[in-house]
């Protein structure tokens, strides 16, 4: 039974009626537990979702003294435990003869990493006004190979909006070169929207326009399938309970080797992804709402 | 509307104690008053000699007369001045100056010889300031006079003016805060935090809005200036931003101090947000860093533009006049209009612009699914 909704607007959740669903249905505690990377692995490893693994928790100077960096597999990451949108990762691709390189292929002494796990340690590209802060050390990810084929630089990741643990929307943000090989929509990456059901793309934009093909490599951007899109959808609904957040943005990555890995769970996720998929959140929510109020 | 209203009178209650307190009221040497007798109604103005080497004051007798006083039957007490001793009848009467009902003692003597038929004495100057270089500032019933003097001496003056302009000052902060509250929550703008405009603002109302601008530009550009230098040395970030706060006082100084005779006035240094400038240009170079120079641009325009448009507001003379009548009622105001605003949950106005990909056509809703 399909109907059309009048009001073209009515459907879309605005940035007010967001923050009232965050405050009404996030707490406290799950907030401040996915801002804390380490403990939001835990926790999401207790609930059977796929995590990277950690080779490393640098909690201080003398932690850091005591790497055994022979022991590290060739290419890491080492990122902030309470980190702000990608501030303070550093990406290791792999050894040279003198140290390391990095995913853009720049060498790596061995002080320049310390010196960078040193400033996160200090709490320096934290959230908030911490003075300190701990480093987590994981394998590179690297993606899958049919999103590899897609996109030539970064790391492709999907965003799925969850609400009482049902997946309600989500998208695949693809890097270009334009965006650096982030993959901030704002900076020039593609977000596309991806069916829920089949785990296909049907629509992409990038910088605000609709586009079909990627920009570097002109691969074919609709119908598109993201892969093991059963497991990444899963691992979406259950990542808010996990957590113990009711309205959740997670953000998963498909690994060539490893598969689906929840990389971090968000208590406010943005609203672009309406933009991205072209219809609004709004009404999908209010559906969600009310099927959980009365149970079947 | 009841705690509205519970404002008003709160707030006039307020600033009626506030007057009798600690506000003085300033007069000339020669004021209008308004004279009667206690329990008559009729009343008669005179102009009065404000004289504060006087104790009684005292009223000329055929003024007296023309009031309705008996001065055959009134009592009489003696008055001790640089002529001797003197008997003068005293007379109960119900004076105005300047807004103030004063019921007093007056004494009757002749005064036609003097330049005022009447004596306005410190008896009846409690709460008064005499400017004796000037006159008639006041009219009985608390407006301002006729002489050119009173347009300058509005009200009330000297140290307690300070204290009323910082009240005021205070009042119009949650006003402010509501503002910046429902440009974001109803409009869509984002600032550099809630903070930056509000401070921006006053800083605005003390040292004027050109002089205002011109410094924070200023700061601002030195500020990003030096940054990437400080970027270099690997400071933590509390000792990037001491250092930040250390640089915006040395420019305040230096404007202040050595380039005087170009800006008029200096640049009112003591007057701005030193440390919220800091973080500022600690937040605009984040900003620059993790999105882009056009983000932090944009930011920093709408915290700049938040301000210049809550500032002509506050500083117009209806909401002057309202914030000094009813501070309380103000501040109470601000914080209603905060709460209204941050109840709003339907879309900011830029979110239809954002937002119209995701509007842009009428979508199937599945509202069901049929189980045939």
Known sequence: ?296 | MLIVLAAVLLSARGASAADEECELRLIGRSEPVEVGVQGSSQAKEQQARVDTGAGYSSIDDDFAKSLGVDLENAETITIRSSLGEERRPKVNVRLRVAGKTIDTEVTVTDRDERTHPMLLGRRDLAGFAVDPSREDLTRPDGSAGNSTDALCASGVIGTTTTRSEALTLLATIPLTAAMVVGIRTLIGLVTFGVFAPILLTIAFEQVGFVRGLGMFVAILASGLVIQPLLRRLHLPRVARLAVLIALVVEVMLIIDLYLEEFIPGGAGAAAFPVVVLAIMVERFWTNWEEDSLATALKTCGWTLAVASVAYPILVSEPVQSWVNQAPLMVGLLGGLLSLLFGRYRGLRLLELTRFQPAAAEPRPVVTERRSS
């Open chain 1, 1 to 296: 039974m399909m109907h059309f909704t009048a009001d073209r607007w009515s459907g879309v959740l605005g940035m007010n009626a967001r923050n009232l669903y965050v405050e009404r249905e996030n707490t406290l505690e799950a907030i401040r537990l996915v801002n804390n990377k380490h403990l939001t692995k835990t926790a999401l490893q207790k609930a059977n979702v796929p995590v990277a693994p950690t080779l490393a928790l640098v909690r201080d100077r003398r932690e850091l003294a005591s790497i055994e960096w022979q022991a590290l597999p060739d290419s890491w990451v080492v990122k902030p435990n309470r980190g702000r949108q990608g501030a303070g990762v550093l990406l290791v691709a792999g050894r040279d003869s003198s140290g390391w390189c990095s995913a853009s292929g720049r060498h790596l002494d061995q002080i320049e990493v310390e010196q960078q796990i040193r400033e996160i340690l200090e709490g320096e590209v934290s959230s908030g006004i911490a003075d300190r802060d701990d480093a987590i050390m994981e394998p590179l990810i690297v993606p899958h190979e049919a999103l590899k084929e897609v996109v030539p630089v970064g790391l492709p990741d999907i965003r799925i909006i969850s609400y009482h643990d049902m997946p309600v929307m989500a998208m695949l943000r693809l890097p270009t070169r334009a965006s650096g090989g982030r993959a901030n929509l704002h900076q020039g990456g593609i977000g596309a929207g991806v069916d829920l059901a089949t785990g296909k793309v049907f629509r992409a934009m990038m910088s605000g326009q609709p586009v079909t093909h990627h920009p570097d490599t002109d691969a074919p951007l609709i119908g598109l399938q993201v892969p093991d899109w059963d497991r990444v959808v899963d691992a979406a609904s259950r990542s808010g309970s996990a957590t113990g957040l009711v309205y959740a943005g997670a953000d998963i990555v498909v690994d060539q080797d490893r598969g689906t890995v929840v990389l971090q769970v968000n208590a406010r996720p943005g609203l672009e992804i309406q933009n991205v998929n072209g219809m609004g959140l709004a009404d999908r929510l209010e559906r969600v709402a009310a099927a959980s109020s009365t149970p079947a």
